[in-house]
């Protein structure tokens, strides 16, 4: 009966483990590069979660083919989003809010309220993707960074009206 072959490990220069990443992993590297790690943290954490693999011919060229497929799907999100990004910059958002005679809101208008207006527009903003330096206090004109991802940034013009009474 033949006996499993296992796959050597090779040991990196400071005698730790040599993985191959198959994700990005924070403090440790991208996808695709060749790290030493120690054996624990290998065996017990990369190797279990799927984060890295064990660098065999067959290994690499799975990988490559991987992050042709990544490289591909990245691109096309960054040439939807920069067209996303350009429908936004030629909108205007009017939010009413409750307000005193003065202006001054009673509550506030955030990220979350932005991002409402801006999808009942059809633009799919999440509240994460509104950069506000604070919560929005007073009726007026703001103009709101918003970061959509892949370092593509966009500006919408934010009017706050204070909110008609009900008659």
Same mark, same amino acid.
């Given at each position: 009966?033949?006996?499993?072959?296992?796959?050597?490990?090779?040991k990196g220069k400071h005698?730790?483990?040599?993985?191959?990443?198959?994700?990005?992993?924070?403090? =440790?590297?991208?996808?695709?590069?060749?790290? +030493?790690?120690?054996?624990? #943290?290998?065996?017990?954490?990369?190797?279990?979660?799927?984060?890295?693999?064990?660098?065999?011919?067959?290994?690499?060229?799975? =990988?490559?083919?991987?992050k042709q497929r990544v490289?591909?799907?990245?691109?096309?999100?960054?040439?939807?989003?920069?067209?996303?990004?350009?429908?936004?910059?030629?909108?205007?958002?009017?939010?009413?809010?409750?307000?005193?005679?003065?202006?001054?809101? #009673?509550?506030?208008?955030?990220?979350? +309220?932005?991002?409402?207006? =801006?999808?009942?527009?059809?633009?799919?903003? +999440?509240?994460?993707?509104?950069?506000?330096?604070?919560?929005?206090?007073?009726?007026?004109? #703001?103009?709101?960074?918003?970061?959509?991802?892949?370092?593509?940034?966009?500006?919408?013009?934010?009017?706050?009206?204070?909110?008609?009474?009900?008659?």
């Amino acid at each position: 009966m033949p006996t499993k072959q296992r796959h050597q490990v090779r040991k990196g220069k400071h005698g730790g483990m040599q993985l191959v990443l198959t994700e990005d992993v924070t403090n =440790l590297g991208k996808q695709g590069d060749l790290v +030493e790690v120690k054996a624990g #943290y290998g065996r017990n954490y990369l190797l279990p979660n799927g984060l890295a693999t064990v660098p065999t011919e067959h290994n690499m060229r799975l =990988l490559d083919r991987y992050k042709q497929r990544v490289q591909a799907a990245r691109e096309a999100r960054i040439a939807d989003l920069k067209i996303v990004a350009e429908q936004i910059q030629r909108v205007s958002v009017t939010i009413e809010a409750n307000a005193n005679e003065e202006g001054h809101l #009673y509550g506030s208008v955030g990220a979350p +309220e932005i991002s409402k207006a =801006l999808k009942a527009q059809n633009l799919m903003v +999440e509240p994460d993707m509104v950069k506000l330096e604070g919560p929005i206090r007073e009726c007026a004109l #703001y103009s709101v960074k918003l970061n959509l991802g892949h370092d593509i940034e966009s500006e919408v013009k934010v009017a706050v009206v204070r909110q008609q009474e009900k008659k």
